[in-house]
């Protein structure tokens, strides 16, 4: 971004920090000698998403991250607050249900299928000798069922003591970071311009995974803002900092109620047959009643409050912080003292109630999908807006998929886990019927999107024969290249299936659901396999429901061993992990709305680091400021500037390049990223000006409603910058896509052109492409 390598950190951390070089480290003490060269700034902020090895954790959260990207997907809404707290409500309790069903499966393998089954089964232990002190055959202290029940509880609890800690460490290192004080709300905050000064800085953010900021510089309680500015100009908007310690405080706790669930169940079970000892039968009744109550006011906490984005809300729910996850610690050590007494006639045998409790968690996950997209449907109809993906379900639809990523996690480790310790299959029972069901659901599933991925290759290939003409007018003075014209249009029509993700994402979930829908049935109904299931239909549906079985036991496992090795590739290499950090920078980018542990919301930390050092410039010098950003920081860039003080934000104008505002996040997140909030921030900015290729997969145009669009969007910039061979380009230019728009000569002059119009007290020159809409006199800084 700064094109030297010689820099110099400004202000920041070794996490995210604003560089520039070191030539230009005092400009602001000679303004004299810097003025008209706009001084570049780089705000480097790539250790976010891809820092140190613990990122490689961030897979076990895929799930949390993407049920939370729901939450941010609601239709634009007018008029209709209960249900836009109705949405935020379901998703949240989606997500809880996605930390049960984590919690559930590593029960599953711990206390189920290692703890009841192998280690009650003689032959299983003796195949597995570190089982060998609960196998009943030694007669030991810890062979008794219950015994083994409460040992192998520690795993689960474990994993969701882990899971508490890397929530409360994130928690720690960034929704606490505190925003912009509000105009109003203390003396401190950062206000208008100081002391004039002729110092321009052109500051930009540039990471590794290709995406920046460059700035050059010389709630849920209302449905939408009324002057249309967005919900990402609320004060409150990037600090969750208590909603995000409720939530952590009730998925902790429900976590530590499942283990305690999985403990105490099969015990009470026996003590209720005939002629149980009546004592353990009381006191298995008021555990499980304690349990059901807790149970309830982890709900309540859940379905209690939403975010508060109106205000910035500092306060904390301490007691209920510290006391809920610790009262669910106290149910699960009673739970396990109750199971771990002695019942001398309790044998292990069969399977723990996986079926129902797996059952129960699958038929809770589709009903609140299906009745977050009624919801959805309700909001979207009140005003419709034809960008929005999915015609307003992109959010259940993506809540789906979340279900989806889970079940086939836990499934997958429990089908290995269970291949590992039963090598002939015979001597335990295996893992719950259901999730076997829901294994064989993904061939159908992978069918039905490969006859979607033959469409789209078949729409991209006439696509690209048609681009070929349209690829040699805009090169009518070269000699053509056939093979090079072929490249461009293919080019050009690739990234064109960008726009085809709502289709791929609709299909998908709703094949999902619909298969998941039939394994439940089928599974619940019949209490065996599928193939075992099929017998005695005829030969072609049993052979079809055996290749099912099959063939999704192994791709279930083969998926399980792939993210396992992606892991650990994470872990140890740092590139591995900069790949993560492309995931997360979408996934990530929202802030923990629905789930609490969801991969860290970067731009809690990166929107205040942004705003801050652009208010205390402007402050402090008076001087020019355009901010600018690439991809992902133009995101950024535009949720700093929504931020802004309005007597900032008026002098500030915005350059984006190979930006998703429209194409991404327009589509995907049409209450934040609509046409009025992106039509209001070009209103509140100086000028705004958009530069984007036909062939870049991520970047479009903005496309305002009404005059605005052509003022802000630039024509599609020449990709190649040259055809063939020129004096200027002696070797064929490369088709550059996504990367390297400072390259094109456009960005300068665009540059220019938003300097000039900043220029105190000077009359700006009209651009080519500007109707005249905004002011032609740039703002001056006295």
């Known amino acids: 971004m700064l094109d030297d390598p010689r820099t110099v950190r400004v202000t920041g951390d070794d996490t ?415 893992p719950p019927v259901l999730l076997t069901w829901q294994a064989s659901a993904i061939p159908p599933l992978l069918l039905v999107l490969l006859v979607l991925c033959g469409r789209l290759a078949g729409r991209t290939w006439r696509l690209a024969r048609a681009e070929r003409a349209s690829v040699r007018r805009e090169y009518p003075d070269e000699p053509e290249d056939r093979e090079r014209t072929r490249r461009i249009a293919r080019t050009r029509a690739m990234a064109s299936l960008t726009d085809d993700g709502p289709l791929l994402a609709g299909v998908t979930s709703a094949a999902t659901l619909l298969l998941g829908a039939a394994a439940l049935v089928g599974a619940l109904g019949s209490d065996r396999t599928p193939a075992r299931a099929a017998e005695g239909t005829h030969p072609l549906v049993h052979g079809a429901a055996q290749t099912a079985q099959a063939l999704g036991s192994w791709l279930i496992g083969l998926g399980f061993v792939l993210f396992v090795t992606w892991g650990r590739r994470a872990y140890k290499d740092a590139s591995a992990r900069r790949t993560i950090g492309i995931l997360w920078d979408v996934g990530t980018f929202w802030p923990r709305a629905a789930h609490p542990f969801a991969p860290p919301c970067y731009a809690e930390r990166a929107v205040p680091d942004l705003t801050w050092r652009m208010a205390t410039w402007t402050r402090a010098t008076g001087g020019r400021l355009v901010l600018s950003g690439h991809s992902q920081g133009s995101v950024l860039a535009a949720a700093a500037a929504w931020q802004l003080p309005p007597s900032v934000r008026a002098r500030v104008a915005l350059l984006t390049y190979g930006s998703p505002l429209t194409r991404l996040y327009g589509r995907w997140f049409p209450a934040h990223f609509g046409p009025a909030a992106l039509a209001a921030l070009h209103r509140d900015v100086d000028c705004w000006r958009n530069l984007y290729r036909l062939t870049d997969p991520i970047g479009g145009p903005v496309r305002l409603p009404g005059d605005c669009g052509p003022a802000v969007d630039r024509a599609p910039l020449r990709d190649p910058l040259a055809y063939g061979r020129t004096a200027r380009h002696p070797l064929p230019a490369p088709v550059l896509g996504h990367s390297d728009y400072q390259a094109d000569p456009a960005f300068a002059e665009e540059r220019r052109h938003l300097l000039a119009r900043l220029q105190p007290d000077v009359p700006a020159p009209r651009h080519p492409h500007d109707p005249g809409g905004q002011d032609s006199v740039g703002r001056s800084s006295a």
């Not at 400009?27 to 490689?56: F, H, I, K, M, Q």
């Not at 189920?112 to 196998?135: E, I, K, P, Y």
């Not at 982890?298 to 508060?308: E, K, L, N, T």
Request: charged share 15%; net charge positive.
């Open 16 to 430: 995210a920090a604003v560089f520039r070089r070191a030539c230009d480290a005092d400009a602001e003490s000679r303004p004299g000698r810097d003025r008209g060269r706009p001084v570049p700034e780089a705000y480097v902020w790539c250790n976010l998403t891809s820092g140190n090895g613990t990122r490689a954790l961030w897979l076990l959260l895929l799930p949390f991250m993407v049920v939370n990207l729901a939450h941010w997907m609601r239709p634009t809404a007018h008029g209709r607050p209960r249900t836009v707290r109705l949405y935020g409500l379901l998703v949240r309790l989606a997500g809880l249900t996605l930390t049960v069903l984590l919690v559930a499966a590593a029960c599953e393998v711990a206390l189920d299928l290692a703890a009841w089954q192998c280690a009650g089964t003689r032959a299983c232990a003796a195949r597995h000798t570190w089982l060998g002190f609960l196998s009943p055959a030694a007669g030991g202290w810890w062979s008794t069922p219950g015994r083994r029940l409460a040992l192998a509880a520690v795993i689960p609890a474990a994993l969701t003591a882990l899971l508490w800690y890397l929530a409360h460490r994130t928690w720690s290192a960034y929704e606490s970071q505190q925003p912009m004080t509000p105009p109003g709300a203390r003396p401190g905050r950062p206000a208008g311009p100081g002391s004039a000064s002729g110092t321009e800085t052109d500051t930009g953010v540039d990471t590794d995974t290709g995406t920046g900021v460059n700035i050059d510089t010389d709630s849920d309680s209302k449905d939408e803002d009324a002057a249309g500015a967005g919900s990402l100009g609320r004060p409150g908007f990037w600090y969750g900092r208590r909603l995000v310690a409720r939530l952590r405080a009730a998925h902790t706790a429900a976590g530590l109620l499942t283990v305690a669930a999985a403990v105490a169940a099969p015990a009470a079970h026996f003590d209720r047959r005939p002629g149980g000892p009546a004592a353990l039968d009381a006191a298995g009744w008021l555990l499980n009643a304690a349990l059901v109550s807790v149970a309830a006011g982890v709900v309540g906490v859940v379905c209690r409050r939403g975010r508060s984005e109106n205000r910035l809300d500092r306060r904390l729910d301490r007691h209920l912080v510290r006391h809920l996850p610790l009262g669910a610690l106290l149910l699960l050590l009673l739970a396990a003292l109750y199971a771990g007494w002695s019942r001398p006639h309790w044998q292990s045998a069969g399977r723990l109630a996986g079926d129902a409790a797996f059952g129960g968690i699958a038929l809770a996950q589709g009903v609140l999908v299906v009745t977050l997209g009624v919801a959805a449907r309700a909001l979207y109809r009140t005003a419709p807006d034809p960008r929005a993906a999915l015609r307003g379900l992109a959010g259940p639809a993506v809540a789906m998929l979340a279900c989806a990523l889970g079940g086939v996690m836990s499934g997958g480790v429990a089908q290995r886990v269970a291949d590992w310790m039963d090598g002939t299959g015979t001597s335990i029972p295996g």
